[in-house]
């Protein structure tokens, strides 16, 4: 290996020395600017190693850049096209960056970098195998070349203000953020301060990444995140995905540990595997160790949202996500930590907890699977490209019209229904549609008709049954859909497929009170797939995506 090693680096230099950009003598002595925002113990970060690294794959042209408007990119070609004949170019040429040095692993090249130093030099607070892998510190010699002469850093702290303005940006969504002391908390960690929680905000990346390193007297552990869009220049994140990514990410450092501790006393129900097999492995998970860590994990990640944003609000946007993906013993792993949360005194730690974790296990029965399966394939209902916009019932033929039979407030339920009677004679398309009460439509074969249904989930029988399909949920001092909207007086259209036939569709009518949805047609509405509006004013109009085959808000 030593000598392997020599004749590499001793190559590397033979390049430096007939490159003409290594021939210029070109240094600079410019520090990076710190670029950072410390929230509660978190800092959130725009780290010049990941920007050198992804700055390399534009001018290199490999395509695992994001698609992302962002003149960034521009800059970056420009900038650094006097030194495309730079001798790191040609190694990469010949190693290609992910078929040869990192060996398909697309996370590879972030691990990398977080083991150097600004200077790109091997850190000495930390080991990394890498260090050993020639070929690998050929490429952080070129790296670190080509920093020096092409004076990168300049470059980087030049974009300072785009890097600050996007880290005050995010740092204004994320009010109170205390994840980091709530995360410590609930995993009863004793040695929160030798434990560094790192956000990195990855302009070029794709995808996100949560590295773990671990050093003598603690560990860092990192979320490396990519922007989701732009606004006005400038790259912007999800909010809400970006806090299920630092509690899972972060998680993953208390569960894995607790997991290995009693490996071997999880083996014996590695049959629990088979039900999940091919989809785990399609998610890269092979295997029932990585499928426990990864559901312990994620069920810490479930519980975290429910303290921060309610039960309701964590059981439709992380556990329904999670169980359409099959995650199904989340089931008994959520029950298990419910239990952890109200005995504390007698569980201290996570670690201290894993008995009663294997005990879940035991428990499941095969009736359990059965359900737990039945349940994921419901949640990935209904099978469609796209939903329809709320405005397209217009444009339909063959409508039916379904209306409550027991609304509480009998008196608002009654001014809504000749609010809808005269709204319907006034649109051609709707005039000649019948009206049935739900209580009759729920013994009909409605699959040939367009739906158009009102009134409130407690009033509607058929809404009832079918609006639990729908990722929003009307509550009565709440709406929750990607966000959560406090109060009452909300009304709701929402543009679904019929339930009974995904052919024809099914346009709702919602609110919490009759009454609220008295004169909706004031407002400008019919684009999205959703409408949120409170006194005619609309609260957020939005679309649902399909994600991992699970339907969601956005």
């Known amino acids: 290996m030593k000598i392997a ?63 992302i408007e962002l003149d960034y990119k521009e800059k970056i070609a420009a900038n650094f096209k006097p030194f495309k004949q730079h001798a790191l170019f040609a190694y990469l040429d010949r190693n290609p960056m992910y078929e040869k040095l990192f060996g398909n692993k697309i996370e590879g090249p972030i691990w990398f970098m977080l083991h150097l130093t600004n200077d790109f030099d091997w850190r000495k607070d930390v080991s990394s ?61 004793q040695h929160g301060k030798n434990i560094q929680f790192n956000v990195i905000l990855n302009f070029l990346g794709w995808g996100n990444f949560g590295p773990r390193i671990y050093k003598k007297d603690g560990k860092e552990l990192y979320a490396v995140i990519a922007p989701e869009k732009i606004a006005i220049r400038i790259p912007t994140f999800d909010i809400a995905g970006l806090y299920r990514l630092l509690w899972h990410e972060f998680a993953h450092s208390f569960a894995n540990p607790a997991v290995e501790k009693v490996e071997n006393q999880l083996t014996p ?53 999670q169980k359409g993906k099959d995650w199904i013993y989340l089931n008994s792993l959520l029950k298990a930590l419910k239990y952890y949360e109200a005995n504390r005194n007698a569980y201290p730690t996570l670690d201290s ?12 029965k095969q009736t359990d699977i059965d359900a737990w399966v039945a349940e994921s394939e419901q949640i990935r209902k209904p099978d469609v490209a796209a939903m329809p916009a709320t405005g ?21 339920d009654q001014r809504l229904k000749k609010f809808m009677n005269e709204f319907k004679n006034r649109i051609s398309s709707l005039k000649d549609a019948s009206i049935v009460a739900d209580t009759t439509a729920l013994k009909m074969d409605l699959s040939a008709y367009n739906l158009s249904v009102w009134g409130t989930p ?23 859909g990607e966000n959560i909207y406090q109060g009452t007086g909300y009304g709701v259209l929402i543009g679904w497929v019929n ?38 004013i609309t609260v957020k109009q939005g679309n649902f995506n399909r994600q991992s085959k699970v339907w969601l808000a956005k």
């Open 458 to 480: 407690k009033g509607n029988k058929f809404l009832q049954k079918y609006l639990p399909q729908i990722p929003l949920l009307i509550k009565d001092d709440k709406i929750i």
């Open 129 to 189: 195998p890498d260090e050993k892998n020639p070929q690998l510190d050929s490429l952080r010699i070129l790296l670190k070349d080509f920093s020096m002469k092409s004076n990168y850093p300049k470059f980087f702290n030049s974009n300072s203000d785009l890097y600050n303005i996007s880290l005050a940006t995010l740092a204004y969504n994320l009010p109170d953020f205390d994840e980091k002391n709530r995360l410590l908390k609930y995993c009863g960690e």
């Open 269 to 321: 129900f590695s049959y629990l595997w088979e039900p999940v097999k091919v989809s785990m492995r399609a998610q890269a998970y092979s295997s029932w160790d990585a499928v426990v860590k990864e559901q312990l994990t994620e069920a810490i990640t479930c519980r975290l949202a429910a303290q921060k944003f309610g039960e309701d609000a964590a059981e439709l946007n992380n556990v329904r996500y």
């Open 499 to 536: 339930p009974l036939n995904d052919k024809n569709i099914m346009v709702i009518h919602t609110a919490q009170n009759p009454d609220d949805l008295v004169d909706f047609n004031r407002i400008m509405n019919g684009g999205g797939n959703y409408h949120i509006f409170k006194n005619y």
């Open 5 to 67: 090693c020599s004749i590499l680096l001793f190559s590397v230099i033979v390049l430096f020395s007939s490159s003409p950009v290594f021939s210029q003598n070109r240094t600079t002595n410019e520090k990076f600017k710190e670029c950072k925002v410390v929230l509660n113990g978190v800092n959130f970060t725009v780290d010049p190693r990941i920007e050198l690294f992804h700055t390399i794959e534009v001018l290199q042209g490999i395509p695992l850049v994001n698609s």
């Open 353 to 364: 907890f894993m008995p009663k974790i294997i005990e879940s296990f035991e428990e499941i």
């Open 392 to 412: 397209d019932i217009y444009d339909k033929e063959n409508i039916l019209f379904i209306v409550s039979s027991d609304e509480p407030d009998k008196e608002a």
